[in-house]
């Protein structure tokens, strides 16, 4: 299984970026993909969830209404459309998945998902 993360790059504050999540080898036809940040000096904390089985989506309290999660089932990618960034959006971005259904507590949680990609970097400049 191999998870590719691509789209960060360097903007400033309210700048939109688009990052993606390439997936290849997962054996599950629905399955949980997650993107998770890492700033500086911070623990990696999640960010936003898509869960194939009913198409469900959560996001973390401080990107909500500014970041959007969507899969493209013919390029089994999972794109997250980020608006309005601000400096503290500024982190490693990491996608991550599992293969089937995660159910709703877990959904958050870092150890829920097996597998990851290699991470892309997000700078906002204030």
């Known amino acids: 299984v191999q998870l590719q993360a691509s789209g960060g790059g360097l903007v400033q504050t309210g700048d939109s970026l688009r990052l993606s999540c390439a997936a290849s080898?997962?054996?599950?036809?629905?399955?949980?993909v997650a993107w998770f940040r890492q700033g500086p000096g911070k623990e990696r904390e999640f960010v936003a969830v898509?869960?194939?089985?009913?198409?469900?989506?959560n996001y973390a309290d401080s990107v909500k209404g500014r970041f959007t999660i969507s899969r493209d089932n013919a390029k089994n990618t999972v794109t997250l459309e980020m608006n309005s960034l601000q400096p503290e959006d500024t982190g490693v971005y990491y996608c991550a998945a599992s293969p089937g259904h995660v159910i709703v507590s877990r959904l958050q949680e870092r150890g829920t998902y097996e597998y990851w990609g290699q991470g892309t970097l997000v700078t906002v400049s204030s």
């Open positions: 080898g997962i054996t599950g036809t629905r399955p949980t």
């Open positions: 898509f869960r194939s089985s009913d198409l469900r989506k």
